[in-house]
């Protein structure tokens, strides 16, 4: 008799139990289908940006830090995902690709969108021969280029205008631009671009704009900002020598009243989608 009631009631529990991490999963299931995130990680001095929706990942850059890279992206892509849809470096530089030969080998990749620019490096060596050995798909990096995500979201590619040479004598100046766009919310993301001057007329308006180049004086021009006109400012920035960012366009920014964000000091940024529009996470 007394068996029999603990059986009852341990039967009881783990059904409870059961039915609870159902409703958990079914929960983490419906959120994870719906809702999008885009995060500025915090890899250091360098760039990484995730685009992620539930299964999918878009990645743009990943800063220098295999490890660190691979850390970060844990917190948000699920342990059982292992693919990376679409990878976007911007340019070749250590401090945007150092860390990409890790990631193939954590992840699949399955699409890289490249500029065809290239660096005389041993990071980009690596990456360049490890997407060979593995086969990965390889598309051209050109303003025109459009991803619509499959709950809602577009990343479009504004600049470069063509494919680079390989031989590209400054490759920040061929950096990768693109907006992302979630219902009322647009992130413009200017990757290391020196100078915006020319570009400007076709930029618009953009919530969220990620400083280029870390902050650097010669980015994040007074034009620039009137054009796009945003509420927040990502900087995307660690520890350096270079003075980034530099307190010129910290001052710009200020003087807007916008919002700056440093990854240096508040570590991930995280922004949340959904409903038509992302707001960030505090």
């Known amino acids: 008799m007394y068996w029999g009631w603990i059986t009852k009631a341990t039967l009881l ?20 289908a719906t809702e999008t995130r885009v995060v500025f990680l915090s890899v250091g001095q ?3 940006i995730l685009i992620s929706q539930g299964m999918h990942q878009v990645l743009i850059d990943g800063g220098r830090d295999g490890q660190r890279l691979l850390s970060r992206l844990g917190r948000y ?18 401090d945007h690709i150092g860390c990409l ?16 620019a290239r660096t005389d490096t041993k990071s980009a060596f690596l990456f ?59 992130f413009l993301l200017t990757g290391d671009l020196p100078d915006e001057e020319w570009f400007i007329p076709d930029l618009g308006h953009s919530t969220v704009l990620k400083a280029a180049h870390h902050g650097s004086q010669y980015s994040t021009s007074d034009a620039l900002l009137e054009q796009v006109q945003p509420e927040e400012a990502v900087i995307s920035v660690g520890e350096n020598s270079y003075g980034h960012p530099h307190a010129t366009v910290l001052s710009r920014l200020s003087a807007r009243g916008i919002t700056i964000l440093r990854t240096d000091t508040a570590g991930d940024i995280v922004y949340t989608c959904r409903e038509n529009r992302c707001e960030r996470e505090e």
């Open 13 to 32: 529990a783990l059904l409870t139990a059961v039915v609870v991490a159902l409703g958990v999963w079914l929960y983490l299931i419906r959120t994870s």
């Open 46 to 48: 360098g760039d990484a």
């Open 77 to 94: 892509v699920t342990f059982y995902d292992r693919t990376i849809e679409m990878l976007i470096p911007t340019h070749p530089d250590a």
């Open 101 to 116: 030969a890790a990631l193939l080998g954590r992840y699949q990749v399955e699409v890289v969108a490249d500029t065809g």
């Open 128 to 186: 360049y021969r490890d997407l060979e050995h593995e086969g990965t798909q390889t598309v051209p990096a050109i303003g025109g280029t459009a991803l619509a995500l499959p709950s809602g979201g577009r990343l479009s590619l504004l600049y470069p205008y063509a494919p680079l040479p390989a031989d590209v004598p400054e490759t920040n100046e061929g950096s990768v631009v693109a907006r992302f766009e979630y219902g009322e919310t647009s």
